[in-house]
């Protein structure tokens, strides 16, 4: 799935860069580690934009019931 949405984000107008994160399993404490989505946008209106709109995706699907965190840069 990771490379099917990486080239998905990376055809976005104003997305510079998707970078993946596998998860792992954590072998001291049996948890997960979570995967995770790095992504650099265009310094310009378009990556504003692009940034805004996953945001917004990532909000709805934490309030539907999943597991979503997201950090955004400082403005």
Not at 21 to 29: G, H, L
Not at 43 to 62: K, Q
């Amino acid at each position: 799935m990771g490379k099917s949405l990486k080239s998905i984000l990376s055809n976005f107008d104003g997305i510079k860069s998707v970078e993946f994160e596998d998860a792992e399993i954590d072998k001291d404490d049996g948890g997960i580690f979570p995967a995770s989505i790095t992504m650099q946008f265009t310094p310009d209106e378009t990556g504003f934009h692009a940034m805004e709109s996953i945001i917004w995706a990532l909000g709805d699907m934490a309030r539907a019931g999943g597991n979503v965190r997201h950090h955004p840069p400082p403005p």
